[in-house]
């Protein structure tokens, strides 16, 4: 590079606007590419970004630290957009009361299915015990799930890792178990993918229907709760039962 | 729209002293979801301003995951080191908690119906 474009580069990377429009360019992109796919699940524009930022930062040997610095300003809206799902969930109030005993006990058996098959088939295919407890919670909301791994002797930052894998693989599986399933109610299909790919999954309902929304955020609270109450009491049985 | 945003950033911080303040296993903003939802149910729903402002942010939800998920680059070497088992427990626990749970609730609201419907 010559001198001044040395400069130019010191410059931008020092400063959050490279990190920041980087990552609403990508989404500008990848949203396109998803809407040109007609929605298509395995266009997910969470996965399609994600590679896009990847890839510019691994070309450009840009540290993922120096890029979170200034896409923190975007991060940082996930607190505000989380308290916002409250007006999707006042809406649906009625037919969220109207559910209420049938969703408590698929919640229940919902997250006792994700935490516990995740950790029975990762343990019969011999990961080690510290990615065990870090893809034990994988299914609800990072912050949860990083403060939940950890004192059971997961990596946080594992965990993190499979939290995000495992949003967007829901996002782009549900629509196609839906349909072999034959399951047709919005109320459901956003129930099941809240619980299963918490964030991830509810951004994607929320492109089907405000009720698929509203039920997916409801999902992804009950369940960051549950799992954050009910790990570390399951965690130490099932160990025993599985002889580590 | 910044009168909404300050609502929400006003109930995220009350969830955040609540949540740190009591020791909560639950993070800040879920709780100031609740207080939120709560504030709806006593107050008979939200204003235009507060839904338009929170239907712009949610529809963009999938926009926010980006910076924290990037972070997926950090750990390519510790997920490569046990792909197989990682794989197979993602794919297979997440695709299986999603059947599981909309099964269950799909039998749970035909059978309700079908009470329903049996009574006079």
Do not use: C
């Not at chain 1, 949003?167 to 956003?190: K, M, N, S, T």
């Amino acid at each position: 590079m010559t001198p001044r474009l040395t400069e130019l580069w010191v410059y931008l990377s020092a400063s959050p606007l490279l990190g920041l429009t980087l990552t609403l360019v990508a989404y500008q992109a990848a949203f396109w590419l998803y809407k040109r796919a007609g929605f298509h699940p395995l266009a997910n524009p969470v996965m399609l970004a994600i590679a896009m930022v990847a890839t510019v930062l691994a070309l450009s040997d840009m540290d993922y630290r120096t890029y979170f610095d200034g896409a923190q300003f975007v991060h940082f809206l996930l607190g505000p957009a989380t308290v916002a799902l409250a007006i999707p969930l006042y809406a649906q109030w009625p037919k969220l009361k109207a559910m209420a005993g049938p969703l408590m006990i698929a919640l229940v058996i919902g997250s006792l299915t994700a935490a516990l098959s995740a950790y029975g088939i990762g343990a019969l295919l011999g990961a080690s015990q510290p990615s065990l407890m870090s893809l034990a919670p994988k299914s609800v909301t990072m912050p949860i799930a990083m403060a939940v791994a950890e004192p059971l002797g997961g990596l946080p930052a594992l965990a993190a890792a499979m939290v995000m894998l495992t949003g967007v693989l829901g996002a782009i599986g549900a629509p196609y178990l839906y349909r072999w399933l034959r399951i047709g109610d919005h109320a459901i299909r956003g129930f099941a993918i809240g619980l299963a790919s918490h964030g991830i999954g509810t951004a994607r309902a929320f492109q089907v229907s405000e009720q698929a929304g509203a039920f997916a955020a409801l999902a992804m609270g009950l369940n960051g709760l549950l799992t954050a109450l009910s790990l570390p009491w399951i965690m130490p049985w099932l160990e025993r039962l599985f002889g580590r | 729209m910044i009168a909404a945003l300050t609502l929400l950033l006003v109930f995220q911080l009350a969830g955040e002293v609540i949540a740190r303040g009591l020791g909560l296993p639950v993070p800040g903003p879920v709780i100031g979801m609740a207080l939120l939802f709560l504030a709806l149910l006593l107050r008979g729903g939200p204003s235009d301003n507060l839904r338009q402002t929170a239907g712009n942010l949610l529809q963009h939800l999938s926009l926010l995951f980006i910076p924290a998920g990037t972070g997926i680059v950090l750990y390519g070497e510790l997920i490569a080191a046990e792909w197989l088992p990682l794989a197979a427990a993602l794919v297979g626990s997440t695709f299986l908690a999603i059947v599981v749970t909309a099964l269950v609730l799909n039998a749970l609201v035909k059978r309700r119906k079908a009470d329903e419907g049996a009574q006079p």
